[in-house]
């Protein structure tokens, strides 16, 4: 079978969480030939991995590279008359149903999405055309027109202007030229690792090709945007006008795609509110390696007892505020108790300020014991970092504590959680995101920003050392029936099958006769050599 894997930045670009999922993924399903299509500007600028023998890089959009110059050379064409007339036409139904506050029957959004794609597709010129004054005025009569959503209508020309820049962006990968029989059309299945602009070309390959999209999210790109920093710049009219673009879209995509896969139920219940038929979701928990951390989860006797470990990325959403005010109380009620916080490397400048501001705070709390980057054994809390001396691994680092704690006020699919349910570590949560999924009944889940309850659970688990190993020999179990990499790819391995034989036969230009290449003929190996006739990949009659 032949695979389009579109990314975002990604495989075989990016290091992160995206990028080894879909390595695993095509490393582990070397049956199937992968064509791969990198969507926006890569995530690492290094050099990319080697690829394995059955998967290729056909395309990447970057918009500094050859792509982008594509985008350029296009964005100077000049429409004619009739052209900038079907643009127009076509801007205003998309447009219009941005700004509705509700549709009647067809969607507008979705008819003008797929009037651009076809200009584009015909005659070049579309990014220009989104930049022009034909579209800023068309955007503002649509803002202005009765029954306009109420933060649609306050918008200015400035917000206008913005909004053209952004729209401009996120519809790019339908001025590519993905489209033709040589590119997305010579696959058999695209598998979108993302929703969103990630998936919009194979959104058109299924309009204007009819391949099959398969769509995985193991975030909801939707939630992202709507969480996003950058938001607290912009108007209230823009922010309405934004949300309800990338709202459009997502619910277009999963409208479309044969099916979805989400990595948990917290991002499937996003689907569902935006329109996704349940009958086309299946959920594939993400697939992690569980073989590091086999040394920690076989040992149910490692770890001080009397430690508390938090690990991950130091930032607001982790609430390690409301953690430090639950250590205190535990602390009061059992002063040899212990934190560790173990924050990765920072990425964005904020992390490193957000952790200043809980030393700080820390100090506050334990003004006579000096909390600091010092042992554990010497402070009540202590603050380090992943890969420095007193955390030089994952795996020692879950094996030093009794308790793995996750105080977050925000969370998709917390996968630390999983790691430490790998090390048989019993666990106290908040209730976000995917958590109680996750956890199932191997751990404690307390409401988040309670520090209260927080304290209460992790004390009940500190004075139980039975109840402790308990319950983390239940997560290993639970985390090794479902989050492992095998039993991903054995989900995707039957996912594809399923998917092909809904498809339609497809003929090709250049496949000779048809079904001249039966399925047998590409499973690899010999599967029956004494009832095979040699070079025709047929039986015997």
């Known amino acids: 079978m032949r695979i389009a894997l579109l990314t975002e930045g990604g495989y075989p670009y990016a290091t992160g969480e995206s990028g080894v999922w879909c390595e695993r993924l095509v490393r582990g399903l070397g049956q199937h030939r992968f064509d791969l299509y990198a969507v926006g500007r890569p995530s690492s600028t290094g050099a990319s991995p080697p690829l394995p ?124 030229d993905w489209y033709e029989e040589d590119a997305l059309g010579a696959a058999d299945l695209c598998h979108a690792a993302a929703g969103g602009t990630t998936a919009l070309p194979g959104l058109l390959a299924t309009r204007f090709l009819g391949t099959p999209l398969l769509v995985t999210e193991y975030g909801v790109p939707l939630r992202a945007h709507y969480l996003s920093a950058d938001r607290a710049d912009r108007s209230a009219p823009l922010r309405t006008l934004l949300a309800a673009l990338h709202g ?37 928990h993400p697939g992690m390696a569980a073989d590091r951390f086999d040394g920690v989860g076989e040992d149910e006797e490692s770890g001080d007892p009397t430690t508390l470990l938090w690990v991950g990325r130091a930032e607001p959403a982790k609430d390690l ?87 977050s006020v925000v969370e998709g699919f917390p996968a630390g959680l999983v790691e430490a349910m790998f090390c048989a570590r019993a666990t106290v949560s908040t209730d976000v995101g995917a958590v109680v999924e996750i956890i199932g009944g191997t751990g404690l889940v307390v409401p988040p920003r309670n520090p209260r309850a927080l304290a209460d659970a992790c ?14 020999a239940a997560a290993r179990a639970r985390a090794l029936e479902l989050f492992t990499v095998e039993q991903n790819l054995a989900a995707f391995r039957g996912i594809y099958l399923e998917l092909l034989s809904r498809a339609p036969v497809r003929h090709r230009p250049g496949d000779g006769a048809l079904f001249a290449h039966p399925a047998e003929a590409h499973v690899p190996g010999s599967w029956n050599p004494g009832a095979v006739t040699a070079g025709t990949g047929a039986p015997d009659a």
């Open 53 to 176: 023998p059955h998967a290729r890089l056909v395309r990447a959009a970057d918009p500094g590279s050859g792509s982008g110059n594509l985008l350029e050379r296009a964005a100077r064409r000049a429409y004619g008359r009739r052209d900038r007339r079907r643009f127009t036409e076509a801007y205003e139904l998309l447009a219009a149903g941005l700004c509705a506050e509700e549709d009647a029957g067809a969607d507008p959004f979705a008819e003008g999405l797929y009037a651009l794609a076809g200009l584009a597709r015909e005659r070049g010129g579309l990014p220009g055309a989104l930049r022009s004054d034909d579209a800023v005025r068309a955007l503002e009569a649509a803002c202005r027109a009765p029954g306009a959503r109420r933060g649609a209508a306050a918008a200015g020309l400035p917000d206008h202007l913005a909004f053209a820049e952004h729209l401009e962006e996120v519809l790019r990968p339908l001025s590519l």
């Open 321 to 407: 505020i409301a953690l430090l005010h639950a250590f205190a109380e535990i602390r009061a009620r059992q002063p040899d108790a212990r934190l560790r916080i173990v924050a990765v490397p920072a990425r964005d400048p904020g992390d490193d300020a957000y952790l200043a501001h809980c030393r700080g705070f820390a100090a506050q709390l334990f003004p006579d014991e000096a909390a600091g980057a010092h042992a554990v054994g010497e402070n009540p809390v202590s603050f380090e970092e992943l890969g420095g001396p007193e955390a030089p691994t994952l795996e020692e680092t879950y094996a030093s504590g009794a308790v793995v704690v996750l105080s």
């Open 459 to 472: 004390l009940a688990l500190l004075r139980d050392p039975g109840r402790r190993h308990r319950l983390g």
């Open 248 to 284: 459009r879209l997502a619910a277009e995509v999963y409208r479309r795609a044969a099916l979805l896969t989400p990595g948990n139920a917290h991002t499937r219940r996003w689907q569902e509110r935006c329109g996704a038929d349940r009958a086309r979701i299946r959920t594939v």
